[in-house]
């Protein structure tokens, strides 16, 4: 009956570390998309205009915050699930389900928010190109993308600050 009770714990264990490992990676994958693509179009913009190379950073940085809200809420699963605490808090099966699906929210709308921020900030580099005066506008509507990534990053971390 012991190695039963460790197995349900064995397998909460893996479910909480997979949730951190989803809420991670996803939200990661689609920031290193998004800033990739931003980045290429900071380098052009900025190897014809280079004193708009600033300006091009901020556009280029501003995907990368969903891979940031991806590893607060993995490391927030590991520590309300008591991970860090060295094995002092049995994780169960239903902690590790409950973790996978606080992480699905941030992985999920994190991937998806970072990629088309990234177009987004790519449009805006090619206004900058034309009009300098237009990086408030283009903060703006890049900015806007981002509040998703903000309501994806709530509804996951709220329940696990919650929950656990």
Avoid: W
Avoid at 16 to 38: E, R, Y
Avoid at 130 to 140: D, N, P, V
Wanted: net charge neutral; with cysteine; proline share 2%.
């Amino acid at each position: 009956n012991s190695s039963a009770l460790e197995s349900t714990s064995d397998v909460g264990m893996f479910l909480v570390i997979l949730a951190a490992a989803i809420a991670s990676i996803f939200a990661g994958l689609g920031s290193a998309i998004g800033v990739g693509k931003a980045g290429q179009a900071a380098a052009a913009l900025s190897a014809e205009q280079p004193d708009k190379f600033g300006k091009a950073l901020v556009l280029q940085l501003l995907p990368g915050s969903q891979g940031i809200y991806g590893f607060v809420v993995a490391l927030m699963i590991l520590i309300k699930c008591g991970v860090f605490a060295g094995g002092t808090t049995e994780i169960t099966l239903q902690m590790g389900l409950t973790a996978i699906m606080c992480a699905l929210p941030i992985a999920i709308v994190g991937f998806v928010s970072a990629i088309h921020q990234s177009k987004v900030a790519v449009a805006g580099m090619g206004a900058l190109a034309k009009r300098s005066e237009e990086f408030g506008h283009a903060m703006t509507m890049t900015a806007m993308v981002e509040t998703y990534a903000l309501f994806g990053l709530l509804v996951s971390l709220l329940p696990v600050l919650l929950l656990f």
